[in-house]
C-alpha cells in the first residue's frame, strides 16, 4: 500500500492586510519529504495521525509537503502554487491513497475555494482514487470539496483538541474502502447562516449542543457526521454554516445532514455575539479581579489566529487607563520594538511607540502606536514546544521576543504573529501566568486549550481589529446574501 500525505492549511481573513506569501508559510515551517514525518510525526495533528496510522498497516508513506502559515490575508497566488505542486505531482506518479490535513478556509489571490482547487487537480490527475480530508471546524465547505475527495470530516471542538483524533476516524474509512469496502457515501448543505466566531466555543451553547447531535449520528452508524461554524471573516459566496456527512448509504449521509442543519437553523440566534462598550466590560474586570485571579481579559478583535494584525493598541490603552494591576500580556506583534529593547539590554528603562505599525484599510482604520515606558524584564528567541492539549508537540516560533514591564503590565512582544493558545507564550519568557491577577490575551476561544483551568473568569473586551466579532462593521461584497443576522431571512430557509 502506497500512501501520499501532505498538510496545507491557512484561515484567509478577506479583510486582513498581511500579505500570505510563501515567507510567511516558512515563518511557520515548510516541511519537505522525510522532515514532514520528523516535524509532525509524533504530534497531535490530522497529519500526526495519519502517519502513526500508515505506519501501523505497513504502508509505504510519500510526504511531499507539509506547510501552515498563520491567519492573514489572501494567499499570494505564488505561493499557492508553489504548495499545491508537489502534492498534485506526487498523486500524479502513482498511489493507493492520499489522506489530507487542510483548514476548508483557504483563499489565494486566484481562487475563493483553495481546498476545492486542489482536490480538483488531485482528482483530474486521478479520477478513482480513494482522498480522505480533514477539515478545521471553521471551514467554508464547498461543492468542490465534496465532489473530489471520497471522505471528509471536521472537528468537533473549539478550542480545537481533537485534531488527531478525526485524522485516524477518516482515515480509517479510507482504510477500509482498500481493503475492498464500497466507496463511502457523502452529503452537505449549508445554511443561509454566518454565525460569529466567539459564539463557536464547543463548551457553550449553541455548539456543545450541536457536536452532541453529531456524536449521536456517529453512535447510530454513521461514519462521520460534521457540522462546521464556517470562518466569517471570508468574503467569498460560501462563508457560513454547512454540514457534511459519511454513511455506508447516500440516504444515510442526506438525512444526518438534514439533522444537522436543522438543529443549527434552529439556535440561529445563538449565534450573534453581543457587544458591550469597553469601560463596561473593564469594570465588570475589575470587579472579577478585586479578590483574586487570573482573570483573562480578550482582545478578540485583534486575534491574529483569525489574521489579526496583533498590534492594535485601543484595548491595552483602556486597561492602562482603568489602572488594573498585576496584568501580563501576549502579545504584541512589533518586530521593530523587539529590536529597541534587544539592544537596550535586560533591566534597561525604556520608552518606546508600541505597536499600531499596520493600517486596516478593510475598516478604515490606521494604525494607532501607544506610547509606553518601562523595564526590560525578559529576551528571549521566542521558541517553544506546546504542551498544552492544543497542537500538542508543535515546536512555535515567535522569533526574537522581549517582556515590557510598565509596573502594572507586563507585556510580551514577539517578532513573528502567534496566538496565545499555550501558557508556553508566557512561561518561555520567565512569567507564571496562574500567578497573575489578570490575563489579556489577543485571543478569542483558542486561549481555553491553554489557559481555561487557570481562569478564575473570562471577560470579553471589544476593540477593533480585523477579527471584530461584529460581522455588521464588515464590508462584505461577494458574500451571498441574504444571510442571517446581516439580513432577514425566512424561518423556513432551506439549506443552500
Known sequence: MKLVVAMLKHETNSFSPLVTDLA????????????????????????????????????EVVTPLAAEAMPGGLVTEAAYEALVGPIVEAVAAGCDGVLLDLHGALMAAHTDDGEG??????????????IAVTCDLHCNLSAAMVANCSALIGYKSYPHVDMAERGAQVAAILFDQLA????????????????????????????????????????????????????????????????????????????????????????????????????????AAARLGASGGPVILLDHADNCGSGGTQDVMGVLAAVLDRGLDNVAMAAVWDPAAVAVLVRAGRGARVTLALGGRTDMPALGLAGQPLTVTGTVAALGDGRFTVEGPMYTGVTVEMGPSAVLDTGRVRIVIVSRHHEPWDTGVFTSLGIDPAAQRFLLLKSRIHYRAGFARLAKATVTLDGAGVTTSDNGVLRYRRLRRPIYPLDAVPDDAPGQ
Open 117 to 130: 482547487t486542489l482536490l480538483a487537480r488531485l482528482r483530474a490527475v486521478a479520477p478513482d482514487l480513494p
Open 180 to 283: 475492498g469496502g464500497a466507496p463511502p457515501a457523502m452529503a452537505w448543505g449549508r445554511l443561509p447562516l454566518l454565525a460569529q466566531t466567539l459564539r463557536m466555543g464547543t463548551d457553550d451553547a449553541p455548539m456543545a449542543g450541536l457536536m452532541a447531535r453529531a456524536r449521536a449520528l456517529e453512535a447510530t452508524g454513521v461514519r462521520a457526521a460534521t457540522l462546521f461554524g464556517g470562518f466569517p471573516m471570508a468574503d467569498q459566496p460560501g462563508a457560513g454554516v454547512a454540514a457534511v456527512a459519511v454513511a455506508t448509504h447516500r440516504d444515510q449521509a442526506q438525512e444526518a445532514v438534514d439533522r444537522l442543519l436543522g438543529a443549527a437553523w434552529a439556535a440561529r440566534e445563538q449565534f450573534v455575539y453581543r457587544p458591550r462598550p469597553l469601560a463596561q466590560a473593564l469594570d
Open 24 to 59: 510567511r508559510f516558512e515563518a511557520w515551517g515548510v516541511q519537505r519529504g522525510p522532515a514532514v514525518v520528523d516535524a509532525y510525526g509524533a504530534t497531535a495533528m490530522p497529519i500526526g495521525a495519519y502517519l502513526r496510522a500508515a505506519r501501523a498497516r505497513g504502508a
